[in-house]
């Protein structure tokens, strides 16, 4: 089956570095996006990956290594505003988007 | 950029009434919406794919004959749940493919609908 794992709840210091890790086993390969999603709103788009390696877009970056069917978002100079759900999202063959549960971030003073 | 809208945001309903939700890409156009269901502190759930002039493609344990969708235009899409129960009382999003621009397969989220059914 197919299957999209990351953390279910983090916690931060405001300033600080995140990285929110996701593993995925999905019935082929169309990229992988990223989300932010607040309570009560929709998802926000905030990255994609298709090809190997490390793609940067301001405080947040999303690497991605196909071969071992991994990714990670890094979230760096935190702010409070980022105090959300990140949800991890795989396009497979048949270009739907397989959801992760989604990790809670947790953003202290 | 691309934007999608949902109407209404949020709708209360009696148990046993129809409620209808729509779902327009504002500024593009789009062959291919999908509806998700999310309950709380859960992840998205696709209930069905969208497509322009043919029928939906449901996910299997989604009953089309109480969920109907209708994608009439290049722009618009709706669900109708049927005979809504308090089960059904969930955070409804959709989501449009736009045929052209993006380098990539990116879909753009409406706002949501949050329901309730008493």
């Known amino acids: 089956g197919q299957n999209i794992d990351q953390p279910t709840e983090m916690t931060a210091t405001e300033g600080a570095i995140v990285q929110i890790n996701c593993t995925y086993q999905t019935s082929g390969f169309n990229g992988l996006f990223w989300y932010q999603q607040h309570a009560g709103e929709a998802p926000t788009f905030l990255s994609y990956?298709?090809l190997d390696g490390l793609e940067e877009k301001g405080r947040f970056s999303s690497f991605l290594s196909r071969s071992k069917g991994y990714s990670y978002l890094l979230l760096k100079e935190l702010q409070m505003k980022d105090s959300a759900s990140y949800l991890c999202a795989v396009m497979d063959s048949n270009y739907q988007l397989i959801w992760g549960a989604g990790t809670k971030l947790i953003i202290k003073p | 950029g691309a934007v999608v809208s949902q109407h209404p945001s949020w709708v209360i309903c009696k148990s046993g009434t129809s409620v209808k939700i729509e779902c327009r890409s504002l500024?593009?156009?789009?062959?291919?919406m999908f509806w998700y269901r999310q309950f709380p502190k859960q992840s998205l759930m696709l209930m069905a794919t969208s497509n322009e002039g043919s029928k939906a493609t449901y996910e299997q344990g989604v009953e089309k004959d109480k969920f109907l969708i209708n994608h009439a235009s290049l722009t618009l899409s709706t669900l109708t749940v049927t005979s809504a129960h308090p089960e059904d009382s969930s955070f409804y999003i959709c989501?449009?493919?736009?045929?052209?621009?993006?380098?990539?397969?990116?879909?753009?989220f409406g706002p949501g609908t949050r329901l309730t059914v008493l």
């Open positions: 990956n298709v």
């Open positions: 500024d593009f156009q789009a062959t291919t």
């Open positions: 989501s449009a493919l736009p045929i052209a621009g993006a380098s990539y397969n990116e879909q753009f």
